[in-house]
């Protein structure tokens, strides 16, 4: 089941408004655009109000799900497996939205719940351990007792529901947005890694359907299109390779490019808001093994370490 909302634009029934969230009088606020904080205090206020009647509407909902389960008694055989995407800058570091700006936490650390029947000792238990979306897959196959493909590089999470394991321990995993930045964490510190140009030139494109996300892919872009080599997760199915343009029809260039370039290191264990950048050369160090590691399984092309500077 997919719940579209929170999303843009924060409408929901009066009813889920609260009083004392928002004094605001004047005109409709439930849309930010992913850009730097310029509202008034009043205004800011507003726009969350309408994120959190959002939240309310979703909660109410939710609840009707959970329900149905109590009355159809469907715990004894159904699993449920609660997450998102990424989340969204309420005003946190300055910010609205997302993408544009460094992927912060309030982004990129997404909430994850499981509850399955075979596991209600463990009900309440909060695991540690670092896990990211490409693992729901190959949970989702684990709980109907199949096998993942071999070109999956996710990893079942049921084993996480007794215990945090050891293959889950010394786990560094990368994410961000194509032709971005990339967020490197090891659950601990997170690293953001900036190439020497945003909007230089040198990657490819791969794909069997030239679609962007609001548009296809341009005749200028279409004539630099080449069948290439697969790679080992196309199963021998080769590719077109297409010229990454500057002024492509996706993000970052939909509203304008990346801001508030450059390096940052945190430690969430004593910065867990993110304020300070660190530097610290021996993590930094692993965490960039850690990223060419990952980058290498995922079979990343070479341009990408080059574009990248790494």
């Not at 990368?174 to 990339?182: K, N, V």
Request: proline letters at 7%; hydrophobic letters at 35%; charged letters at 25%.
């Amino acid at each position: 089941m997919e719940l579209f909302d929170p999303h843009e634009p924060f409408h929901a029934p009066k009813r889920f408004r609260r009083k004392g969230d928002s004094t605001w009088e004047g005109g409709v606020l439930n849309w930010p655009d992913y850009v730097p904080v310029n509202e008034t205090e009043e205004e800011i206020a507003e726009i969350r109000a309408c994120y959190a009647s959002q939240i309310r509407m979703l909660d109410e909902y939710v609840g009707r799900l959970l329900d149905i389960m109590d009355q159809e008694e469907m715990w004894d055989n159904t699993a449920i497996i609660m997450s998102t995407d990424h989340g969204f800058l309420l005003g946190e570091h300055g910010w609205w939205g997302k993408s544009r700006m460094p992927y912060y936490e309030e982004m990129s650390h997404i909430p994850l719940m499981i509850c399955h029947p075979g596991y209600k000792n463990s009900a309440g238990r909060r695991s540690q351990a670092l896990t990211q979306t490409i693992d729901l897959m190959p949970t989702i196959l684990d709980i109907f007792g199949i096998k993942a493909g071999k070109h999956v590089t996710g990893q079942s999470l049921l084993s996480l529901m007794n215990a945090d394991t050891a293959s889950f321990e010394d786990r560094i995993v990368a994410f961000g947005l194509f032709a971005g930045p990339i967020g490197v964490t090891d659950g601990r510190y997170v690293m953001l890694h900036y190439p020497p140009d945003v909007l230089g030139e040198g990657l490819f494109e791969y794909t069997l359907m030239p679609q962007h996300m609001v548009r296809p892919f341009a005749p200028k872009e279409l004539a630099t299109a080449k069948l290439v080599k697969p790679f080992g997760f196309t199963d021998g199915i080769p590719l077109l390779r297409m010229d990454a343009r500057r002024d492509a029809a996706r993000p970052p260039n939909l509203g304008g490019s990346f801001m508030e370039q450059g390096f940052r290191l945190y430690d969430l264990k004593s910065d867990p808001e993110q304020r300070t950048p660190i530097r610290n050369q021996a993590v930094e160090a692993r965490l960039y093994q850690g990223l060419r590691d990952y980058m290498e399984t995922h079979e990343a092309p070479g341009e990408a370490y080059v574009w990248h500077g790494l």
